[in-house]
């Protein structure tokens, strides 16, 4: 019996015969096809093949892919064994250039001071995580990490003091649910005792109203891009803010999907800072109207250093789809379903308009804490089984019953914590949870 599989880069991972399905049963919906039970026959055969194939060696997912052309071709399934072999291809050269991307916008250095400090604090995988918890230690942890998060901020208040004089524009980025109203709320506080007074610029209030955005096929928006905003107004509002002009600002209703009839004044007085808070803060033309010298830009990221059961890292995405399966629920009135639903939209927003521009940033903050994946469950966990079964047979929604499934048995493997009175009320977790 098959029970590891080689990837690509050569990582040691446990077979699933589940994932040759999902592929035949994808590849066949391209062309019309919508027979699941059939790609789990197939999948039957494929799998004997291989362990008459690879009877004592352990085979290569390109082996895999190789052995599911040729049963689908032999089994008389043309256009699907078509379909497969141009989505091999395309993955192809996906893989090709997300790599060399990835290899420009991955902060290395921030990377290893997170798994440093996970090690030395044994945290770093999801059995250690839960030795925590039955240790009884896992308050201490908390009580560490949160720690780590204060010295983080205090360290950036102290880089941006030192150009105070020059600076007019503070601009907080990263992806969705990274944490950035927390850590603006805390860096102001703590730039207030140092006399540095900052005016909040709240981008998101921008927001085109949800009526002209266009719908999908499933009745979804994609509001998770820069074009989702009044780019004009908000540099036109920057000027003249720096200009000492008042601006009337735009207020956004979430609930409502729509800018309120109220606007709010804003006016940058004498030693004052305009301070942006959002996922695009790095993104050119959403400042373009403020020179480069006069900015200095903060980019988070949940740069979780995790490894799961299959010693494997967990993903930055997972962590803070987590978060925003809360707080869309909490805050927004979306079920945690249609989160999960729609997380492709911000992905997609972010490997375009976020993650490209951490370069340009000054500092790199690690929003992610090592012991929220035990509450988190906490929170989300009853939920998931419904959604697998809402996106598992949805030949378009695939893609969702994927990373459902995925962080599902993540959240499977960590034990949950109930007791949230452990959290700081300043915590980024707040921001998700709230306060009760």
């Keep these: ?104 916008n991955i902060p290395y250095k921030s990377i290893w001071e997170v798994l440093v400090w996970n090690l030395e604090h044994s945290c770093e995988t999801v059995d250690k995580l839960n030795e925590h918890i039955g240790a009884g230690t896992f308050p201490q942890l908390v009580k560490e990490s949160e720690g780590k998060y204060n010295e983080d901020i205090n360290q950036i208040a102290k880089l941006f003091f030192q150009g105070k004089n020059r600076i007019k524009l503070l601009s907080i980025a990263g992806p969705s649910s990274s944490g950035k109203t927390t850590t603006t709320n805390r860096l102001a506080k703590i730039l207030r005792k140092k006399s540095i007074n900052l005016v909040k610029f709240t981008v998101d209030n921008y927001f085109y109203s949800l009526g002209t955005h266009i719908k999908d096929a499933y009745g979804d928006y994609d509001y998770e891009g820069p074009y989702a905003l009044e780019l004009p107004l908000i540099n036109e509002n920057l000027s003249d803010l720096i200009k000492g002009k008042t601006i009337q600002a735009p207020v956004y209703d979430f609930k409502t999907g729509k800018r309120e009839k109220k606007t709010q004044s804003l006016k940058l007085k004498k030693n004052q800072i305009i301070l942006l808070d959002s996922h695009f803060g790095l993104y050119p033309k959403l400042t373009e109207s403020i020179p480069i010298d006069k900015k200095f830009g903060l980019y988070l990221e949940t740069l979780c250093q995790l490894r799961d059961k299959e010693n494997q890292f967990v993903r930055w995405t997972d962590i803070r789809l987590l978060r925003r399966m809360i707080r869309d629920s909490q805050f927004r009135s979306l079920n945690p379903s249609k989160t999960v639903g729609h997380w492709h939209y911000v992905r997609r927003g972010e490997l375009k308009n976020i993650i490209p521009y951490i370069s340009q940033a000054n500092y790199i903050l690690n929003t992610s804490l090592p012991y929220e994946l035990p509450i988190l469950k906490h929170h989300l966990y009853q939920y998931f089984p419904e959604i697998i079964k809402t996106y598992k047979n949805d030949s378009g929604r695939q893609d969702a019953y994927i990373r459902a499934q995925r962080v599902y048995e993540l959240l499977s493997s960590i034990k949950e914590w109930k007791d949230d009175s452990i959290i700081p009320k300043n915590s980024i977790l707040r921001e998700f949870i709230g306060n009760t």
């Design 1 to 104: 019996m098959i029970k590891k599989v080689y990837k690509r880069n050569g990582t040691l991972v446990s077979f699933n015969q589940r994932k040759i399905t999902e592929a035949i049963y994808k590849a066949a919906a391209e062309v019309g096809g919508k027979n699941f039970k059939l790609a789990k026959e197939l999948t039957v055969q494929i799998v004997k093949i291989l362990e008459e194939e690879f009877p004592k060696t352990i085979p290569t997912v390109e082996n895999i892919q190789d052995v599911v052309e040729k049963v689908l071709i032999e089994n008389g399934h043309a256009k699907t064994a078509k379909a497969y072999i141009l989505y091999r291809q395309k993955r192809k050269e996906i893989r090709e250039k997300k790599e060399k991307k990835e290899i420009e």
